[in-house]
């Protein structure tokens, strides 16, 4: 039986407004340069006020995911909340002629606006990101539709999202929906902060109720508390039946079922690095959604990884499926 979606993924519906902006700029408004900062409501709408010929961009760690894998013809869904704002529209708007459908109508009561992240780009590439979590932090069990979930041959949860016991919920409800209809969950580790913070749920999580799990190197080893990387992807392969870690210019390191395989990575110099992370899952996912083989999956998100970072943006711009074609895929 053929399911609506290949994947749909669940995370912050985080609009990226753009600027281009110089060192003095940053220090003039006490913006510490190259790092992600949280923000609170009125710093948020000093800094967009602050920002001189904004460029838009709908965002957020697994929507980036779910257009990267548009991009490569599968079909997609997203989970998220925004506000029924000027932003809020535009970011429905633009996922859905992106080609993911965005099922969540905008939301109109509460305080709250849609969630922005402020990025104030450098003349030597350094993006400083200055994120106001608003609305999108709020997804709960309420924004989870069972069906939609249950429509999922992959569903791909952010890990972010573990900051609130909303977004736990609404998790849970996610993964239980596709799974008992016979479809793969899984979930990206998002930031050794977050995994910091909610250790002991993501261990009980992977062990439960997911299928793969991708992280990076410092995501898995504070995860499991390992110095080495090798005790970590133990831990994670005891834990889950398909373990994925990416090591910035190194090899990607693959285990299923206790069967490791490492894919090369040609080392490129990034343009912009942001992105590489949520478009190596894109293409392992699109892999994955292909019935393609780990080696073969694991190579497709190295292509597409080295693709967004070889530019600004943290979404593909050539077609991917014919570098995949280039590369025998």
Do not use: W
């Given at each position: 039986?053929?399911?609506?979606?290949?994947?749909?993924?669940?995370?912050?519906?985080?609009?990226?407004v753009?600027t281009?902006s110089?060192?003095?700029f940053l220090?003039h408004?006490g913006i510490q340069?190259?790092?992600m900062?949280?923000?609170?409501?009125?710093?948020?709408?000093t800094?967009y006020a602050?920002?001189?010929?904004?460029?838009?961009?709908?965002?957020g760690s697994?929507?980036?995911?779910?257009?990267?894998?548009?991009n490569?013809?599968r079909?997609t869904?997203?989970?998220?909340?925004?506000?029924?704002?000027a932003?809020g529209?535009?970011?429905?708007?633009a996922?859905?002629s992106?080609?993911?459908?965005?099922?969540?109508?905008?939301?109109?009561?509460?305080?709250?606006?849609t969630?922005?992240s402020?990025?104030?780009?450098s003349p030597d590439?350094?993006?400083?990101?200055?994120?106001?979590?608003g609305?999108s932090?709020?997804?709960g069990?309420?924004d989870?539709?069972?069906d939609?979930?249950a429509?999922?041959e992959?569903?791909f949860?952010e890990?972010?999202?573990?900051?609130k016991?909303a977004?736990?919920s609404?998790?849970g409800?996610a993964?239980?929906?596709?799974?008992?209809?016979?479809?793969k969950a899984?979930?990206?580790?998002?930031?050794?902060?977050?995994?910091?913070r909610h250790?002991?749920?993501f261990?009980?999580?992977?062990?439960e109720d997911?299928?793969f799990?991708?992280?990076?190197e410092a995501?898995f080893?504070?995860l499991y508390?390992?110095n080495d990387?090798?005790?970590?992807?133990?831990?994670?392969?005891r834990?889950c039946p398909?373990?994925?870690?990416t090591?910035?210019?190194?090899?990607?390191?693959?285990?299923e079922?206790?069967h490791?395989?490492?894919i090369?990575?040609?080392?490129?110099?990034?343009?912009?690095?942001?992105?590489?992370?949520?478009?190596?899952?894109?293409?392992f996912?699109?892999?994955?959604?292909t019935?393609r083989s780990l080696e073969?999956?694991?190579?497709?998100?190295?292509?597409?990884?080295a693709?967004?970072?070889?530019?600004?943006?943290?979404r593909?711009?050539?077609?991917?499926k014919?570098?995949?074609a280039n590369?025998?895929l």
């Amino acid at each position: 039986m053929t399911k609506r979606y290949q994947i749909v993924g669940i995370g912050n519906a985080i609009v990226d407004v753009l600027t281009q902006s110089d060192d003095s700029f940053l220090e003039h408004m006490g913006i510490q340069k190259g790092i992600m900062q949280l923000v609170e409501k009125e710093r948020g709408e000093t800094l967009y006020a602050a920002m001189e010929n904004r460029v838009q961009a709908a965002g957020g760690s697994v929507a980036n995911t779910l257009a990267g894998l548009g991009n490569m013809g599968r079909s997609t869904a997203f989970i998220g909340r925004v506000r029924d704002d000027a932003l809020g529209r535009y970011y429905a708007e633009a996922m859905q002629s992106g080609g993911t459908d965005f099922p969540n109508e905008p939301v109109s009561e509460g305080e709250l606006p849609t969630s922005r992240s402020m990025i104030f780009v450098s003349p030597d590439g350094e993006r400083s990101m200055n994120t106001y979590l608003g609305i999108s932090s709020e997804v709960g069990p309420e924004d989870v539709d069972a069906d939609v979930a249950a429509e999922a041959e992959i569903l791909f949860l952010e890990g972010y999202l573990y900051d609130k016991d909303a977004g736990k919920s609404a998790f849970g409800k996610a993964a239980q929906a596709t799974r008992t209809a016979g479809g793969k969950a899984g979930i990206s580790l998002s930031d050794p902060f977050c995994v910091d913070r909610h250790r002991a749920d993501f261990q009980k999580l992977v062990a439960e109720d997911l299928d793969f799990v991708i992280g990076n190197e410092a995501e898995f080893c504070t995860l499991y508390e390992a110095n080495d990387l090798d005790d970590a992807l133990a831990a994670a392969s005891r834990a889950c039946p398909l373990v994925v870690c990416t090591r910035s210019g190194d090899a990607v390191a693959m285990i299923e079922n206790g069967h490791r395989i490492d894919i090369p990575v040609n080392k490129v110099t990034p343009v912009d690095a942001t992105g590489a992370g949520d478009q190596f899952a894109a293409g392992f996912l699109n892999g994955l959604a292909t019935g393609r083989s780990l080696e073969e999956s694991g190579r497709m998100g190295c292509i597409a990884a080295a693709e967004v970072i070889s530019h600004m943006g943290a979404r593909p711009h050539a077609d991917m499926k014919a570098l995949f074609a280039n590369a025998g895929l």
